[in-house]
């Protein structure tokens, strides 16, 4: 079980941006494929982005063009950065491997106020 600590979420306006860090407990970054995922309330927990050890990089469409995964294999953290946010992305952000082990850490927050 690899241990993964999201951070970086908070309260942003409509347009504004973020950057969200998943930092690992060992390393794992250059060998796992990592994923973030979120949850908005009321929804399912859906996959937003993704990087696979070889550095390639998938995004749902709703983030197509707004949101950049990246990795740092040196700090063991993976980052989200996400721009042009709008109210729809309010949610609690989690990273995990892709496919995702089955314990979740605690997310990190984000409500984009319109």
């Known amino acids: 079980q690899v241990q993964l600590v999201e951070s970086g979420g908070g309260l942003v306006q409509a347009g504004g941006s973020l950057r969200l860090s998943c930092a690992a407990s060992?390393?794992?970054?250059?060998?796992?494929?990592i994923g973030w995922y979120r949850q908005a309330p009321g929804k399912q927990r859906e996959l937003v982005a993704s990087?696979?050890?070889?550095?390639?990089?998938n995004y749902a469409d709703s983030v197509e063009g707004r949101f950049t995964i990246s990795r740092d294999n040196a700090k063991n953290t993976v980052y989200l950065q996400m721009n042009s946010l709008n109210p729809e992305d309010t949610a609690v952000y989690y990273c995990?491997?892709?496919?995702?082990?089955?314990?979740w850490g605690q997310g990190t927050h984000v409500t984009v106020s319109s």
């Open positions: 060992r390393r794992i970054i250059s060998i796992f494929n």
């Open positions: 990087i696979t050890s070889g550095s390639s990089t």
């Open positions: 995990n491997l892709n496919p995702p082990q089955r314990n």
